[in-house]
RNA sequence: GCUCCUGUAGUGUAGUCCGGCCAAUCAUUCCGCCCUUUCGAGGCGGUGACCCGGGUUCGAAUCCCGGCAGGAGCACCA
């Protein structure tokens, strides 16, 4: 019999997303992300970002990448760089950018149509006050105002007749509604704080349950994907298309992501770069994508890990591993070796003669050639403390493509026969005469000193540090500094 | 409290709509072994899950009912 009818067949690993409902229904697929630029994008907000790519390049539609920049008190000015940065180095092609903050008049008109038809109201209740009426199914005294009343209310409100936090223009939806969650909301508010993009031209601003319809409809989305803590927002923004006779876009939830031991919370971040808690947006502690750019990992690691976690209600705590393990398949073809060592500790060797020393750059590309050292008579060499241990409890330990090392009277050469290692002599990695000093950044933002060898890398290479895992360089003067990604 | 959503191995995921081909897929983790002059890669094998209880059915991860558990929302944040 044919042996590799033997062979099962190794499938192959299936990342693929689903396919999107409704997409046979529009002529175009829009979507859209809606990053607030109150700092960068991290892990979380990649989700997003990734699967409206994916799905838009699936479907070759268009995507929009809307700034919701309605809070001027949240606003980082230098987000929206960061952002387009971000979504760059994903990968995620952006065919439309829109400041939210350039349409606050569009929204003062919508909500000028909506009062006019009697689907709301400006609020000048006391905040308390309002929403304990709502909770307990009742108007409060401003609901059941006449409409013309409400629409001179609304002008007074938008040419800022009332002092701050007075007054709000609120929408309509069933004060009875069975879910609390869903009654009435505020459409505008008032905030005297200077906006980074438009000064103080205006001071009503939209919440985002008015700015969000009003634009997925006005930038004609066919499918809006987002997590879950929007589903009750969801609902509400069906009241705005209901009432406006706007077709609506089909509306996806996914699940809440988390990751043990990572901060993913913008505002979290922020204030621990404030505190001096983190040196920046890049400390490799935090979860943001230039974190994670810093470490090594690479986009397409990332959108493929999103690929396969998909789009499901649950909610999901993601592991590392996971992620690791797809960028490792990545970089792993073509990150060039090198010898570190942590906690170098001298080797003098007593030597007779002349050797040569010889390891690939990388075990799977023979043609990247091989990196050699010669010696000739006694030498010295570092190698990590540990294995200094081992070498004493053993006897014996070999440095790999080169020598064995035996501990007797005196260490000494002890040949290259690599018969030695089948008997359990563990092979180390090594730094020659010339090394020169190292740091790698850890994870956890601790520092691992040692030395390596002459590295002919550059810098952003990602290599691998023999036995020690593989790491991002980010520079290579004065001494060599790179940052940790993962085994 | 109210409303909504969701429950497949440690983690992620396939299967659930249209019951049988599911003694449940793939990946990762962990543990062995093989290979390899790395604790990387590769190969082989193993541990490990359908939340619980009823019902319908010849047959249920899949349909129905009831529990239970987890999550989200009830902001002049997004």
């Given amino acids: 019999m044919d042996s590799t009818m033997m062979v099962r067949e190794k499938k192959e690993r299936r990342t693929e997303l689903p396919d999107l409902e409704g997409c046979s229904e529009v002529t175009k697929v829009v979507m859209r992300i809606a990053p607030g630029p109150s700092g960068p994008l991290h892990l979380g907000h990649s989700r997003v970002a990734v699967l409206n790519d994916e799905y838009v390049k699936r479907y070759d539609g268009r995507l929009v990448n809307r700034f919701e920049d309605t809070n001027p008190?949240?606003?980082?000015?230098?987000?929206?760089?960061?952002?387009?940065?971000?979504?760059?180095?994903?990968?995620?092609?952006?065919?439309?950018?829109?400041?939210?903050?350039?349409?606050?008049?569009r929204y003062y008109d919508v909500m000028r149509s909506l009062t006019g038809m009697g689907h709301g109201y400006v609020c000048i209740c006391d905040s308390e006050d309002w929403r304990a009426s709502k909770v307990s199914c009742k108007a409060c005294p401003c609901r059941d105002l006449p409409i013309d009343e409400q629409l001179d209310r609304l002008d007074r409100f938008l040419s800022s007749g009332y002092a701050a936090g007075?007054?709000?223009?609120?929408?309509?939806?069933?004060?009875?509604h069975p879910n609390p969650a869903v009654r009435d909301f505020i459409a505008l508010r008032q905030v005297d704080h200077p906006h980074p993009r438009t000064?103080?031209?205006y001071n009503i601003y939209p919440m985002m349950n008015l700015s969000v319809a009003v634009d997925d409809h006005d930038l004609g989305m066919t499918h809006v994907l987002r997590g879950k803590d929007h589903l009750n927002n969801t609902h509400r923004q069906e009241y705005i298309y209901g009432y406006m006779s706007w077709n609506k876009p089909r509306f996806f939830h996914y699940g809440l992501v988390s990751i043990p031991d990572t901060i993913l919370k913008t505002s979290m971040?922020?204030?621990?770069?404030?505190?001096?808690?983190?040196?920046?947006?890049?400390?490799?502690?935090?979860?943001?994508?230039?974190?994670?750019?810093?470490?090594?990992?690479?986009?397409?690691?990332i959108r493929k890990f999103w690929s396969e976690v998909g789009m499901k209600q649950v909610d999901v705590q993601v592991s590392w591993d996971n992620l690791f393990a797809m960028n490792r398949d990545i970089i792993d073809p073509k990150a060039k070796r090198f010898f570190f060592v942590p906690d170098p500790v001298e080797l003098r060797v007593r030597f007779e003669g002349e050797a040569e020393s010889s390891c690939p750059v990388h075990p799977d590309s023979p043609e990247l050639g091989q990196r050699t050292h010669c010696f000739l008579n006694d030498f010295l060499v570092h190698i990590c403390s540990d294995d200094m241990e081992e070498l004493r409890d053993r006897g014996m330990i070999r440095l790999k493509g080169f020598c064995n090392i035996a501990h007797g009277e005196e260490l000494r050469h002890a040949g290259d026969d690599m018969e030695v290692t089948r008997q359990g002599v563990k092979v180390v990695q090594w730094a020659p005469p010339g090394s020169v000093e190292a740091e790698v950044l850890m994870p956890d933002g601790e520092t691992v000193s040692g030395l390596v060898e002459p590295i002919s890398a550059q810098v952003d290479d990602m290599v691998q540090f023999e036995r020690f895992g593989f790491v991002r360089i980010e520079s290579l003067k004065p001494k060599v500094r790179a940052v940790f990604a993962h085994r």
């Fill in 73 to 105: 008190e949240k606003v980082d000015p230098e987000a929206y760089d960061m952002i387009k940065e971000d979504l760059a180095w994903l990968g995620v092609e952006v065919h439309e950018t829109v400041f939210q903050s350039d349409r606050f008049p």
């Fill in 166 to 176: 007075e007054a709000a223009a609120v929408i309509k939806t069933a004060i009875d």
């Fill in 199 to 201: 000064g103080d031209r």
């Fill in 269 to 301: 971040i922020g204030n621990g770069i404030k505190d001096g808690t983190y040196r920046g947006w890049d400390d490799v502690r935090v979860g943001t994508l230039a974190a994670l750019r810093r470490r090594g990992i690479e986009p397409d690691a």
